[in-house]
């Protein structure tokens, strides 16, 4: 089967592509004929070393796909699948049963890989901070990816204010169209001064110091920051004795088992919301595999609006 490897960390150009042998599902595993596949951000810190993974390398890259089951448990099903083992970018992925979420009959194998991930764990966020009448911020919202799915459904799940961020013009229009109440370009130095203050939650995507300049928009003593993501490469610029002061809570949402069995059980939720046209799947472009590369440059440069989708 054809397949993107990855044998040395380092830049795009390091991913080749490559005949592989197509996998051997194991016990409790299903074998997929992958139909299309997503480049996600993440990958370009697992791509380039630094968040390795600790199976080590070489290894078929990539992390999720959606396709028909064709060996194993639920042959025949549409699937959409986040492995953290490896192995999405090619033809064929061999994936535990428990990481396949089923896709409805109306939703295309596109638009669940599209949203299937990033969308569950926005509604994982969403679920966990029980924002109920309270005002939100959201960062990075205008690339498809998490941020995205948080303002489709912020308002959904509670939220009676949302106010995002994004980094160009094209991005913050596309926020304030999934549904954003305010929108704010989080490369302007001062954008934190002009949050609204009494925020109930705060998504927090992008990391470093703007993580402390925000902790004064929250409302003391209920507010809470829920830490997901790190675009800027930085962990959060936060001690325990700021959040002590305002009487303010820090709750980490990545990596963890426990965190992954929580995205892990909305997914099929997200699927649903698809079909009933409730929810939508952004995609800036489909590309063959052949130019995986080219795709996660786009991904990498942050030029996109939407997600990114390969298809074998």
Request: aromatic residues 6%.
């Amino acid at each position: 089967m054809r397949a993107m490897t990855l044998r040395e960390y380092g830049d795009a150009d390091r991913l080749r592509l490559e005949d592989m042998p197509e996998p051997v599902p194991g016990p409790g595993q299903v074998l997929i004929r992958v139909e299309a596949i997503a480049a996600a951000y993440y990958e370009v810190g697992i791509r380039s070393g630094q968040f390795p993974l600790p199976t080590g390398l070489p290894m078929v890259f990539g992390f999720e796909a959606a396709g028909t089951v064709v060996g194993g448990p639920l042959k025949g099903q549409r699937v959409a699948a986040m492995t953290f083992s490896c192995g999405a970018w090619a033809e064929y992925l061999a994936a535990p049963v428990e990481e396949v979420t089923p896709i409805p009959d109306s939703v295309s194998t596109t638009d669940a890989v599209a949203a299937a991930t990033p969308g569950s764990v926005a509604l994982a966020l969403l679920r966990k901070a029980n924002a109920r009448g309270e005002q939100v911020l959201v960062e990075a919202a205008g690339s498809g990816g998490v941020g995205s799915y948080l303002v489709q459904l912020a308002h959904r799940n509670g939220a009676a204010h949302v106010t995002a961020t994004a980094g160009s013009a094209a991005k913050r229009e596309f926020a304030a169209r999934l549904g954003a109440d305010l929108v704010l370009d989080h490369h302007d130095p001062q954008w934190t001064d002009e949050v609204p203050r009494g925020l109930g939650v705060i998504f927090e995507a992008i990391g470093g110091r703007t993580s402390k300049n925000l902790l004064d928009a929250l409302a003391s003593g209920t507010g809470r920051m829920l830490y997901y993501g790190l675009l800027s490469g930085a962990q959060p610029a936060i001690e325990a004795a700021d959040l002590a002061y305002r009487g303010l809570t820090f709750t980490g949402c990545a990596g963890l088992d426990a965190w992954a069995k929580e995205v892990r059980a909305t997914r099929a939720d997200v699927l649903e919301l698809l079909a009933k046209g409730r929810l939508e799947a952004p995609i800036h472009g489909t590309f063959p595999l052949e130019d995986a590369v080219k795709a996660q440059r786009l991904v990498e440069d942050h030029a996109v609006l939407g997600r990114v989708v390969l298809r074998p």
